[in-house]
C-alpha cells in the first residue's frame, strides 16, 4: 500500500474515500496485472485506471515513497510531494490514455491534472489528436510526456514515424477508454494492431480497458489486453466490476389518445406541446435524438415554440464545427445553456454534472444505448439517471416497455469485434513501413497477439505482404501499388530483411490517410464573410441552386455557391423546411431488444384474452390500438408468426411480423419476394420497418395462395446465401463496400488537403479496381472481405439464420384482413414516404385513414 500512499493523499484532501473497485483496481496494476474495469457511468472510473500507472511513476521518480510513506501522514505527503517537483522529472512516455472521441480529451487532461497540481507531482500531461498545433507535436516527440491522452487515430500515425521506438521505448501501460465503443467496430481493430506492436516492444506493457455496460465482458477484456505475447497477456484479465446501484427512472409522455393507425413520426413533432410542458427552463437537460436530421428539426421546433429560451437553447451534432460544439459543451458545463439537442455526439464519457435530466426522443432501439445516455443526468456516484421518453411513434411505446423490462433484468447487448479485416491490417502494416519498418516473422507473431488476428493464416499474411510488396496479381505495372521494399538488416545478405516504404511521395499521402472512417466526402459550410458552421454530405449539396434555403447548425441559411469543397452560405430569413439528410441515420432494433418485444407483444395477446394484465403505463396507453388489432386480425404470441395478406387498390399486400429489427427484415423481405416472385413471376415492392416487412405486388397476385402452399421453403434457410445473392444483387453491394474498402487499405487516395477528390471520383476509382479485381483475380481477400462485410454487417446473415429458425418453430399464423390494421399501417407508411408524388404524405395517410374508418363504419 505504500506506493498508494500518495494517492491516498490526494484523495483525503478532496474529502474522498477511494471506492473498493479503485482500489482494486490500483492494485491489480501494480501487481503487473491487466484487465478491464466496468462500473455505471460517473463512478470514477477514469481515476481507477489511471492512479496506479501515475503512482508507479511517482516511485520511480522518488525511492523514498517506499518505505516511509507508510509513517508520513497526509500533510507530509504533500509536503514531499512538492518538494519532488524539484528534482528531475520522471522522464519519457510512460502512460498511453486512448479514447475514441477528440472531445473527450479535454475533460480527461483537466481530471489527471487536477490531482498533478493539486500534489505538485512532476508529471506533464499532453494531448495530441487532429486538432494539436504542429509545434505542439514536435514539442511532444522532442520532449515526451509522461501522460498522452490520445485517439486511435493519431496512435497509428505516431507508429508512422521512424522515431516511435524511442518515443514508447518507456512506455509501462496503455488505457483504453470506452471500450465497449471502440471494440465493435475496424477503429477498435486498428487499436488492437497498435497495442500489438507496443506489446512487441514492451513485453510487458500493462493494458487497462474501461467499459460501460457491455453483454460480454470476458471478451471485451481480452480484446483488450490481446493474446500470447509477454507475461502482462499471458494470464487471463482481470475484470473489475462494483456494486454500485445506479437508478434509472424513466417517464414517458404518453398522447391523450392514441390513433388505431399509427405511422413512423405521427406523434413526433405533433407533440412538441406535451414536451415543452414537461421541460423547465431552469432544469438543465439534454434532448437525445437518434439522426443529426432530426435533432435539427427539432432544435428548430423548440427555438419557434420556446423563443425566450434564446440563449439557453444550442444543437450538438458531429457535423457542426469543434469549435462551435466545443463552446457548447462549456456552456452545459457552466449551466448557461439549459437545453441541448444533441444526437450520439454527446453519448459518450463527456463530464456533464449540471445535466439533471435526459429526454430520449424517438425509440434508442438498444438497452446500452439507453443506459448510456441516461448516464448523461447525474454524472456522479450515487446519483438518479432521469429519463423523459417522447415517443414519434405510437409502437414505440411497445419498445419502451420493452427496454424498461431489459433494464430491470439487467440484461444487455455484446459487441463483437470484427474478424481480421484485411484492409486495416494493411493500412497499419504501411503505417510500419513509414515508420520503424517491420521484419515479416517478427511482425506477423506480434500482429497475432492481437484478439481480432489471433487466427490470421500464413496464407493471407503472405498475401498481404505480396500485395504491398508488388501490388498483388494485377496492380504490379504501377509504382504506387508497389510500397514495401526490401532492406538488408546484415550488409551483404538478402536473407535477413525488414520493410521500408522509401518512396517519400506515398509515405506522406498514408499519413495523410490514416483512419479507418469513411464516411461520404464532406461538404464544408462556411459563411460567405465568417466563421465555419460544420459539413454536410457532398449528395446534399449537389442538390441545391443559388438561393435555396435550408436549416443547418440550428440557423436558417441561403446558399451562395460551392467553391473547392466549401458551400458559402448567408443568414436568412426565408422560410424553408429543408434540412440536410446524412447517410447511415437509421438504427435498427437490436438483437436483445427484439427479444424483449417480442415477449412484450406476448404479454399484451396474453392480456387482450385475460390471462394477464397491461402491467406498464406505456401498454395500457396502447390498449385500443391494440384491441383494434385483435379484432381486425391477431396479436401473435410468442410461439407464433403472423402474416396478414389484403387487396387494395394499389394491389395485393402480404404483412409479416417476425419482431427481429429493420435490417433483418430487409433481408427476409427480399428473400421472400424473390422465392414468391420464382413461383409466379411478378414485381414486387418491399418495405420494412422495426416489426416486420411488406410485399406489394400487382391486383389479383395470389399471396395467400402461394404462402400457404410454399410457406416451408419461404422459411427454408438451406442455400440462403445464394438465395440472398440473387434477391439483393449481391454484387452491385459488395462494389459499393467495396469503395470504404479500398479507401482504407489505401487503394484509393482523397489526394493532397486542397486537391481532394470528389466523392464520386472516388467511387470511380474505386469501381475500377473492383472490376479489375473481380475479373483478374477473383481470389482478392479484399473483394472476400467486402462480400463478408455485406453479409455479415450489412444483411446481418446471422440474424436472418437465427430468424428463420426461429420461424420455422413458431405456428404460422395466416390471416386474411379487410384492410391494413395497426400493425400494418406503419409499414405502408413507410412505403408511400419513399415514393413522389403531388400529394403530401400527411394527405395521402389522412386519406386512407378516412376510407378505412369509413369501411369500419359501414
Not at 441516461?374 to 411505446?397: C, I, K, N, W, Y
Request: hydrophobic share 40%; glycine share 8%; net charge neutral.
Amino acid at each position: 500500500m505504500t506506493l498508494l500512499a500518495p494517492i491516498e493523499a490526494w484523495f483525503s484532501e478532496q474529502g474522498w474515500t477511494p471506492l473498493p473497485f479503485q482500489r482494486a483496481c490500483w492494485q491489480a496494476y501494480l501487481a503487473g496485472e491487466s484487465g478491464l474495469i466496468q462500473v455505471p457511468t460517473g463512478s470514477g472510473k477514469t481515476y481507477a485506471a489511471v492512479m496506479g500507472p501515475i503512482a508507479e511513476m511517482l516511485h520511480q521518480d522518488a525511492g523514498q515513497w517506499g518505505d516511509r510513506a507508510s509513517v508520513l501522514d497526509s500533510v507530509q505527503l504533500v509536503q514531499n510531494a512538492t518538494r519532488s517537483q524539484q528534482r528531475a522529472t520522471v522522464s519519457g512516455l510512460r502512460l498511453l490514455y486512448l479514447t475514441p472521441l477528440r472531445a473527450l480529451s479535454r475533460d480527461l487532461a483537466l481530471a489527471i491534472q487536477a490531482p498533478i497540481d493539486a500534489m505538485g507531482w512532476p508529471l506533464r500531461v499532453a494531448i495530441r489528436n487532429g486538432d494539436t498545433p504542429s509545434s505542439e507535436r514536435t514539442r511532444q516527440l522532442r520532449t515526451p510526456p509522461q501522460i498522452l491522452i490520445t485517439t486511435p487515430e493519431s496512435l497509428s500515425l505516431l507508429l508512422a514515424n521512424p522515431k516511435a521506438p524511442d518515443l514508447f521505448g518507456g512506455l509501462q501501460a496503455v488505457v483504453l477508454d470506452e471500450w465497449h465503443e471502440l471494440m465493435g467496430s475496424k477503429r477498435g481493430v486498428q487499436a488492437e494492431l497498435c497495442l500489438s506492436w507496443l506489446r512487441s516492444l514492451r513485453p510487458n506493457l500493462r493494458t487497462w480497458a474501461i467499459s460501460a455496460t457491455i453483454g460480454n465482458l470476458e471478451e471485451a477484456a481480452r480484446a483488450a489486453v490481446g493474446v500470447g505475447m509477454g507475461e502482462a497477456v499471458s494470464r487471463e484479465p482481470r475484470l473489475i466490476t462494483a456494486d454500485i446501484q445506479r437508478p434509472t427512472a424513466i417517464r414517458s409522455l404518453l398522447p391523450e389518445s392514441i390513433d388505431g393507425f399509427p405511422w413512423a413520426g405521427h406523434l413526433g413533432l405533433r407533440m412538441y406541446e406535451e414536451l415543452v410542458a414537461a421541460l423547465e427552463p431552469g432544469v438543465s437537460t439534454l434532448l437525445f435524438t437518434n439522426t443529426r436530421n432530426q435533432a435539427e428539426r427539432w432544435h428548430q421546433c423548440l427555438r419557434y415554440a420556446c423563443p425566450e429560451m434564446e440563449g439557453a437553447l444550442a444543437l450538438h451534432h458531429s457535423a457542426i464545427d469543434r469549435a462551435e460544439r466545443e463552446a457548447i459543451e462549456a456552456g452545459v458545463k457552466s449551466g448557461a445553456l439549459r437545453w441541448v439537442v444533441a444526437t450520439s455526439s454527446l453519448d459518450l464519457g463527456v463530464d456533464f454534472q449540471p445535466v439533471e435530466r435526459v429526454v430520449q426522443i424517438g425509440s434508442a432501439k438498444n438497452v446500452a444505448r439507453l443506459l448510456q445516455r441516461a448516464g448523461r443526468s447525474a454524472h456522479s456516484p450515487g446519483g438518479t439517471s432521469q429519463v423523459l421518453f417522447m415517443p414519434t411513434h405510437a409502437l414505440e411505446l411497445l419498445e419502451l416497455s420493452a427496454l424498461r423490462r431489459g433494464l430491470a433484468g439487467g440484461l444487455v447487448e455484446q459487441r463483437r469485434p470484427p474478424v481480421a479485416p484485411i484492409d486495416v491490417l494493411l493500412q497499419h502494416l504501411t503505417s510500419l513501413a513509414c515508420g520503424p519498418g517491420f521484419e515479416p516473422a517478427q511482425a506477423l507473431a506480434a500482429v497475432r497477439t492481437a484478439w481480432s488476428y489471433r487466427q490470421l493464416s500464413d496464407a493471407d499474411w503472405q498475401w498481404c505482404l505480396r500485395f504491398l510488396e508488388h501490388g498483388g496479381d494485377c496492380l504490379g505495372a504501377y509504382p504506387r501499388y508497389r510500397k514495401l521494399e526490401r532492406e538488408p538488416i546484415s550488409p551483404g545478405t538478402s536473407k535477413s530483411f525488414r520493410y521500408r516504404v522509401k518512396d517519400k511521395t506515398i509515405a506522406r499521402l498514408h499519413r495523410l490517410h490514416i483512419g479507418t472512417i469513411t464516411a461520404d466526402r464532406a461538404v464544408t459550410v462556411r459563411f460567405v464573410r465568417g466563421a465555419v458552421l460544420g459539413h454536410v454530405e457532398e449528395a446534399f449539396i449537389g442538390r441545391l441552386k443559388a438561393g435555396d434555403v435550408f436549416f443547418f447548425a440550428g440557423r436558417q441559411l441561403e446558399f451562395v455557391r460551392l467553391r473547392e469543397m466549401t458551400a458559402q452560405v448567408k443568414a436568412t430569413t426565408k422560410k424553408s423546411s429543408t434540412v440536410p439528410a446524412w447517410a447511415g441515420g437509421q438504427m435498427a432494433l437490436s438483437d436483445l431488444l427484439s427479444q424483449h418485444l417480442r415477449a412484450e407483444v406476448d404479454r399484451c395477446a396474453r392480456a387482450l384474452a385475460g390471462e394477464t394484465r397491461l402491467d406498464s403505463p406505456e401498454l395500457q396507453a396502447l390498449e385500443p390500438l391494440l384491441q383494434r388489432q385483435a379484432q381486425l386480425s391477431r396479436l401473435p404470441r410468442n410461439d407464433e408468426f403472423l402474416v396478414e395478406v389484403c387487396r387494395s387498390r394499389e394491389g395485393s399486400h402480404l404483412y409479416a411480423y417476425p419482431f427481429e429489427g429493420r435490417f433483418v427484415h430487409e433481408g427476409l423481405g427480399f428473400l421472400w419476394a424473390w422465392r414468391l416472385a420464382r413461383q409466379q413471376p411478378s414485381t414486387i415492392t418491399v418495405s420494412v420497418n422495426d416489426y416486420g416487412f411488406e410485399l406489394l405486388a400487382p391486383k389479383g397476385y395470389p399471396f395467400e395462395d402461394l404462402f400457404a402452399q410454399h410457406s416451408d421453403a419461404l422459411l427454408d434457410g438451406a442455400n440462403l446465401e445464394d438465395d440472398l445473392q440473387q434477391a439483393v444483387n449481391l454484387s452491385e453491394l459488395c462494389r459499393r463496400r467495396f469503395r470504404a474498402i479500398a479507401q482504407i487499405s489505401g487503394l484509393v487516395r482523397n489526394g493532397y488537403p486542397g486537391q481532394a477528390k470528389s466523392g464520386g471520383q472516388l467511387q470511380i476509382s474505386a469501381a475500377l479496381l473492383f472490376d479489375v479485381f473481380s475479373r483478374h483475380e477473383p481470389t482478392n481477400l479484399l473483394l472476400a472481405q467486402a462480400r463478408s462485410e455485406v453479409l455479415g454487417d450489412q444483411l446481418d446473415l446471422p440474424r436472418i439464420t437465427g430468424a428463420l429458425e426461429r420461424l420455422q418453430r413458431c405456428s404460422l399464423q395466416l390471416e386474411a384482413t379487410p384492410r391494413p390494421g395497426p400493425l400494418a399501417f406503419p409499414l405502408l407508411a413507410e412505403r408511400l414516404n419513399n415514393r413522389m408524388s403531388n400529394e403530401s404524405l400527411l394527405e395521402r395517410l389522412q386519406r386512407l385513414i378516412a376510407e378505412a374508418r369509413k369501411a369500419e363504419w359501414a
